[in-house]
């Protein structure tokens, strides 16, 4: 089974800034099988990025993931207000069954 | 548009059984896997099932292998979970999402419901 490490825990930001969030995997992920979710506080999470790096319908482009293998970027270019949450990644594919999910990183006003 | 409605949640004691249901609307249901996916209060999210488009493959995590149930009506687009001898470490809010992709076994939910609260206590 893979595990999923993200860090950091907590990023303290303020609107307008950069965010980088990582996401480190066991082994390494297949056909770069990695996807990044958002959730607000007492609500669903939404996909963002899946394919490391393509965006889900309706995602602004100030969101871009990167990497390959076994270490994974989400990059939010300047936060808005709204961005302001926890963000998980996860790996997926059909092999073995199942998926796994990283242990999220919050994104707090600072 | 995509939307699924879970119901069902509750209180129940431990060892007890509940059955949860999504219904679906806005998307051919027939076409698509679907998940069950749970976040116990305050923590991260934890996969519990997957059920391919047509109901001929199931797979859960190991935690509630041979404790709970997925399956689908497609004649009335609605997702299930039986759970059975539920636990205290159960408790949770419990989403339903769809699959991204059509006729495959992706394992990435796009849509998720809001989901439905678990709670497993006497």
């Given at each position: ?24 995997a066991?082994q ?21 990025i899946?394919?490391?790096s ?21 990059t ?25 999910f ?9 | ?22 219904a ?15 976040q ?38 609605t ?5 059975n001898?539920?636990?205290a ?34």
């Open positions: 089974e893979i595990v999923l490490t993200q860090s950091p825990g907590t990023l303290s930001l303020s609107p307008g800034e950069r965010a980088t969030l990582s996401c480190r066991s390494s992920v297949s056909s770069s099988y990695l996807a990044w979710y958002q959730q607000k506080p007492g609500q669903a999470p939404r996909l963002l899946y394919g490391a393509s965006r889900a319908t309706g995602i602004p482009d100030r969101f871009s993931g990167s990497g390959s293998g076994t270490d994974f970027t989400l939010i270019s300047r936060l808005e207000p709204e961005d302001f949450a926890v963000y998980y990644c996860q790996q997926y594919g059909s092999s073995p069954p199942g998926l796994t990283g242990g999220g990183t919050k994104v707090e006003i600072k | 548009q995509v939307q699924l409605v879970e119901s069902g949640g509750g209180v129940v004691q431990p060892g007890g059984s509940l059955r949860l249901s999504c679906a609307s806005g998307f051919t249901f027939s076409s698509y896997g679907m998940h069950w996916v749970r116990a209060p305050g923590k991260g999210l934890e996969w519990v099932a997957f059920i391919r488009y047509d109901g001929s493959n199931k797979y859960y995590a190991d935690s509630v292998k041979g404790r709970f149930t997925i399956s689908r009506d497609n004649s009335k687009n997702l299930y979970l039986q759970m001898s539920l636990r470490e159960d408790t949770a809010v419990y989403y339903c999402a769809k699959d991204q992709a059509p006729w495959l076994v992706l394992y990435l939910p796009d849509y998720w419901g809001q989901g439905t609260l678990v709670t497993v206590s006497s």
